[in-house]
């Protein structure tokens, strides 16, 4: 009877925890931080580049769930997050220079990056918001959305760490 109470309360605890399934990785200095998108992102170019912090309370909800919805992702065994004891308070900026669109068959597609910034002011992750608009038959469903986050690693050389 003890050991199944045991059980239970420790089954209750790990209900109430957030299970993160990606791998992460220590901060290291700012200078040496890259992001691996589509692009590669250096710390030279997201600090020197124009950046739209998001303010929209909406698209702020969208975007946490995202990420918690992305980190949380058991298939992704990729470093995706910097990370150590004082993360959170994200604050996210799009940086717009580094936006591009293509055509892909019928569809428009258009990639945004978002810089994921924690609470004391360093760049955590990025994440792309990859949309497809039907180009010319208006007759397909709207918009399709998806987010990805980048791979996050160091320059010269690169260093991966699981916390």
Known sequence: MRLSRIAMIFQSASFCTISLAALFSRHPQENDKVFFCDVEVEQELY?????????DRGTIRTLNGEFDRLVAD???QRVVQF?????????Y?????????????????????ILI?????????MMMKKS???FEDRYRSA??????LCEVGTKNPPRWRQI
């Not at 900026?93 to 990056?113: C, I, K, Q, S, W």
């Open 93 to 113: 900026f799009r940086l717009p220079t580094l936006m591009h669109n293509r055509y892909v068959g019928n569809d428009l597609a258009m990639t945004e990056y």
């Open 132 to 134: 497809a608009t039907p």
């Open 143 to 148: 918009t399709r959305r998806c987010y990805n």
């Open 83 to 91: 990370n150590d004891i004082d993360n959170g308070g994200y604050e």
């Open 74 to 76: 058991t298939g992704d």
């Open 47 to 55: 600090s020197s580049i124009q950046r739209e912090k998001i303010n």
């Open 117 to 125: 910034i924690d609470r004391q002011g360093r760049a955590c992750s």
